[in-house]
């Protein structure tokens, strides 16, 4: 995706917070890797010829993109009229926050993927005349037919595929459940568009599932939510737009080298949202193996990285992993470029104090992914009728959230039970809860709070 020739990279910096002291026989090592990216395309960023020089002085037009808005079309968005005429406008909203030059497209979803505009399985050139052709495409968009998700993914894939970019992106829209193919067959096309493009996914109103929705963005490295108003819509694509506009380098992996003997016992994104990423490696020589994490603009994401090292004698020590971010060249003529790099380190000590302490950043997004956790299977067990296990679960969620400052996803969780006492997690399930309320805190399970520095 990558095209060195056309941008700067953002100045990339990696930072470790661990407790790296040990008991003796301790053998796990936990690591917060906080990734920063900083300039690049649009403000100015590293020359592409050294990962540490210093930022250019002329901010340049920032890396070519393309975009593809997928916008389901079948029968349900005509329940009520308004919904479709929403998702028009907030298209319409999308397609003017496109930046000159993007390459676009639009393509209308039911059973069945069907180009928009520009068609001819072409991409449009964004400028003045490009929008307004393209707006005046969507009028003529009317709702019929069903929902076969990895349709319009594939045709997403293929249009954006044509394009020579630094940055392919997607954004789906749907208001209903992927019923007119197999999971089987989406999952299919998420795993032929896996590491192509990165997409945002939306579920507008209450009839569509969660997992799918979230399983899409999940898998195409993008983010999940409702907007369970659709007069909401407008405003969400547009912001969308304005962060997919603000991407400046795309496939950044990071690789993960440990010595003989040591262990991956798990690497996952922790903010800002928990995203798991182990089975997701792909080897890349000896020891060392790459997790994507998609595309980046200016912006911060930390990552929990657990590795098991070999027993050792106290006043021991040794190198537990290494932490580098890297870009491939898109040609693979190139050597990929390191971008930057931490150590996660493991020292064996008799000191109780030392070994025993737990590191802040470490505790703090054990809580988060707990959280995120603990929604799940308390929604999933309030559905299923087991209220003493919803109970159990929902009320270390509130714990959980009131003990680590979670206050978005606090609030969300007293829409679906009464909270007697926060800090003991003792709460009541409530008796009706609105779908909207519930969808919500099931999306957004996964968005964590930042711990303290």
Not at 153 to 167: E, N
Not at 333 to 343: D, E, K, N, V, Y
Request: contains cysteine.
């Amino acid at each position: 995706m990558a095209n060195f020739s056309k941008s700067h990279v953002p100045q990339f910096s990696v930072e470790v917070y661990q407790n790296e002291y040990l008991p003796e026989g301790g053998r796990e090592v936990n690591a917060i890797v906080t990734v920063t990216s900083t300039g690049g395309g649009t403000t100015g960023g590293t020359p592409l010829t050294g990962a540490h020089a210093s930022p250019a002085a002329v901010p340049t037009q920032g890396p070519n993109a393309a975009v593809v808005i997928m916008v389901d079309c079948s029968g349900s968005m005509d329940y009520p009229p308004t919904k479709m005429r929403n998702a028009r406008d907030a298209t319409a909203a999308a397609i003017d926050t496109l930046r000159d030059g993007t390459s676009f497209a639009v393509v209308g979803g039911t059973h069945l993927a069907k180009e928009v505009y520009p068609g001819n399985g072409r991409l449009a050139t964004a400028d003045a005349q490009t929008r307004a052709q393209a707006k005046e495409a969507l009028r003529r968009l009317s709702a019929g037919g069903g929902t076969a998700i990895g349709t319009w993914l594939r045709l997403a894939d293929r249009l954006l595929g044509a394009a020579d970019v630094d940055i392919r992106h997607g954004i789906l829209l749907t208001d209903g459940r992927n019923e007119h193919e197999s999971p089987e067959d989406l999952r299919a096309a998420l795993d032929a568009c896996a590491g192509r493009f990165t997409c945002d996914a939306r579920g507008v109103g209450t009839d569509w599932e969660v997992k799918e929705v979230t399983a899409i963005a999940s898998a195409l490295l993008g983010t999940a939510d409702i907007v369970a108003d659709p007069a909401g819509l407008a405003v969400d694509f547009t912001q969308m737009m304005e962060n997919a506009m603000g991407k400046e380098v795309a496939d950044v992996a990071l690789r993960l080298w440990t010595p003989v003997g040591v262990e991956i016992k798990f690497v996952k994104q922790v903010a800002p949202t928990v995203a798991e990423l182990t089975d997701r490696r792909t080897e890349a020589g000896p020891r060392a193996g790459d997790y994507p994490t998609g595309s980046w603009g200016d912006e911060s994401r930390d990552y929990h990285v657990c590795v098991q090292v070999p027993e050792a004698g106290i006043g021991q020590e040794m190198l537990a992993a290494r932490v580098s971010l890297i870009l491939p060249d898109p040609s693979g003529a190139a050597a990929p470029q390191t971008l930057s790099q931490g150590l996660v380190r493991a020292v064996w000590t008799d000191d109780m104090v030392a070994s025993t302490s737990i590191n802040p950043q470490v505790a703090h997004y054990t809580g988060q992914a707990e959280l995120a956790q603990v929604i799940q299977q308390g929604l999933d067990a309030r559905k299923s009728g087991d209220f003493d296990g919803a109970t159990a679960k929902l009320g270390r969620a509130v714990q959980l959230a009131s003990a680590s400052g979670n206050a978005d996803t606090a609030k969300l969780l007293s829409k679906v039970v009464d909270v007697v006492d926060a800090a003991t997690g003792t709460v009541r399930l409530k008796a009706k809860v609105a779908e909207a309320d519930e969808m919500t805190l099931e999306t957004r399970s996964t968005k964590t709070v930042r711990v303290k520095k």
